[in-house]
Nanobody, 125 residues
Framework: QVQLVESGGGLVQPGGSLRLSCAASGRLFTNYAGWFRQAPGKEREFVAAIGWRTGNTYYADSVEGRFTISRDNSKNAVYLQMNSLTPEDMAVYYC???????????????????WGQGTQVTVSS
């Protein structure tokens, strides 16, 4: 059974940076790993995804140029470097991974089979 555990959330001032980490336990066979976020009263939304074998990266328009997703296949880990944070980025961030035979867009939460517990990111002065 695959389990995902996020870390790295916290409180940061506007304009600051945070790096989120997500470690997978168990054998991970996946096409995509992704990050989603959910703010209070809002639906969970796509943030970024990375092809596990290709390393290709994809971003939501709202974070393009500020966030960077990366992975370390040897460690079964995925990361999200977040720069120039604004209060609009404040949310619980979740990492996710799909299975080899998963279908649907990598931008959709329904594609992903494994989810972390979430880590809170607070952006405030």
């Amino acid at each position: 059974q695959v389990q995902l555990v996020e870390s790295g959330g916290g409180l940061v001032q506007p304009g600051g940076s945070l790096r989120l980490s997500c470690a997978a336990s168990g054998r991970l066979f996946t096409n995509y790993a992704g990050w989603f976020r959910q703010a209070p009263g809002k639906e969970r939304e796509f943030v970024a995804a990375i092809g596990w074998r290709t390393g290709n990266t994809y971003y939501a328009d709202s974070v393009e140029g500020r966030f960077t997703i990366s992975r370390d296949n040897s460690k079964n880990a995925v990361y999200l470097q977040m720069n120039s944070l604004t209060p609009e980025d404040m949310a619980v961030y979740y990492c996710a991974a799909d299975r080899i035979l998963s279908s649907g867009s990598f931008r959709s939460s329904t594609r992903y089979n494994y989810w972390g517990q979430g880590t809170q990111v607070t952006v405030s002065s």
